[in-house]
């Protein structure tokens, strides 16, 4: 079996309240896994571009706004075959950043520097102004993030 390349990056702001949580989990993963890389933390999705180039699987962990219960974690997988006619994702999480990872995926696989697999690990987020501390709901969710990212690394290394 050969080795897996895997890298993590936490998009987000640790001075903006739950917007830190990505930065936090990616470390603590990389820390913590052996041979995970932390290429984070950033602050827009397009830091992204040549920092995760020809790896098998990149985890972004990124706070978002979807409506769902505060610190709700959810799993998406990014993929150019699920964009519509428009060239936009269908979905109803938002972000405060300026280009999505949608977008950046995009441009990576037209300029050739895509990950083989773009994985996000979503955190429900509920406060994000500056100089706000991080949710007691999102802290909590703090070790199910961990666990996402764990999971999505050892399904990834059984189908290597």
């Not at 990389?30 to 041979?35: E, I, K, M, R, V």
């Not at 995970?36 to 040549?50: F, S, T």
């Not at 505060?70 to 699920?82: F, H, P």
């Amino acid at each position: 079996m050969s080795s897996l390349d895997v890298v993590v990056a936490g998009i987000g702001n640790s001075y903006r309240g739950d917007d830190g949580v990505g930065p936090l989990v990616a470390n603590l993963c990389a820390n913590a896994t052996l041979g995970v890389r932390d290429i984070g933390p950033l602050e827009e999705p397009l830091d992204l571009l040549g920092r995760f180039e020809g790896v098998d699987l990149a985890i972004v962990i990124d706070a978002v706004r979807s409506g769902a219960p505060i610190g709700s974690v959810r799993i998406l997988d990014v993929d150019v075959s699920s964009l519509d006619e428009s060239g936009e994702v269908e979905t109803t999480v938002t972000s405060t950043h300026g280009i999505g990872l949608v977008g950046v995926l995009r441009l990576a696989r037209a300029i050739g520097h895509a990950p083989r697999r773009l994985v996000v690990v979503a955190v429900e987020g509920e406060t994000f102004a500056l100089g706000s501390e991080m949710s007691a709901a999102v802290v909590a969710a703090v070790p199910a993030a961990i666990s996402a990212v764990a999971t999505l690394i050892e399904k990834e290394k059984l189908c290597a």
